[in-house]
């Protein structure tokens, strides 16, 4: 399993291509980076090594908000949610998941990979920005500002519309679900901070991420994002402006 983050998996491919050769039973690399294509990705990389062996992407449900490393002899310790469940793509793998509980696999990956990126991540996101905006420094106290508990709900109902539209109920969810979301963004005891969900604003202003390709979906099912709008001015707010030239 990977999660380095999906600009550092070149970095890995000689490690994983190492250990892919080494191999005496088939192996299922599960790339769990948030990104759709990060499983063809590492099969690509790691060339003829792959052969034999299974690649997928993975949509984790969960918040990991700190990682801490307390020296070479004591392992890394991170802080997460316990809420925890992983969707696979079945039809890449080679072996047999299902028996493992947290683990959903799935023919139609895509569909389940947008149902998180379209109401979850699309709400975390604009609970982050809008928090900055209002200078909240933790998401729990940014969602328990009724304004943006409002739009943060708006924003995840505008991607659950769009999701309905193109894949239907189960994929979708209900409103419930997305009360359900929220109430778990508020969980003050991960620390999670709206600086570490913002991060890396223009990958989640982009054409097909969170914000913006729920917002594409959404126009799509005819519903105007006017919430989904806001996350995305407000994240734009964040960015830094250029200094004016001199003279």
Request: glycine share 10%; proline share 5%.
């Amino acid at each position: 399993c990977t999660a380095v983050g999906p600009r550092n998996l070149e970095a890995i491919l000689p490690l994983l291509t190492e250990g892919l050769e080494a191999a005496t039973l088939p192996v299922d690399v599960i790339a769990f980076e948030n990104t759709e294509d990060a499983g063809t990705i590492l099969r690509r990389g790691v060339g003829a090594a792959a052969d034999g062996h299974g690649f997928s992407p993975a949509v984790v449900d969960r918040v990991v908000a700190h990682r801490e490393h307390a020296g070479e002899d004591r392992p890394v310790t991170v802080t997460a949610e316990p809420n925890c469940r992983v969707v696979v793509d079945g039809g890449a793998l080679v072996r047999d998941w299902s028996h493992l509980p947290t683990v959903r696999t799935t023919e139609d990956f895509r569909a389940w990979f947008h149902a998180k990126l379209h109401c979850y991540s699309a709400g975390h996101a604009t609970a982050a920005y809008l928090g900055q905006l209002k200078g909240y420094r933790y998401v729990h106290a940014a969602v328990a500002d009724p304004e943006i508990a409002a739009l943060v709900l708006g924003a995840m109902e505008e991607g659950r519309q769009g999701l309905l539209h193109r894949y239907g109920p189960e994929v979708a969810g209900t409103p419930e679900d997305l009360q359900a979301i929220l109430h778990r963004f508020g969980n003050a005891a991960l620390g999670d901070t709206t600086a570490r969900v913002g991060r890396d604003v223009s990958r989640k202003v982009s054409r097909k991420d969170r914000l913006v390709g729920a917002a594409r979906a959404a126009r799509r099912a005819g519903l105007e994002p006017v919430n989904l709008g806001y996350a995305v001015a407000a994240a734009l707010h964040t960015l830094p402006t250029a200094a004016p030239a001199s003279g």
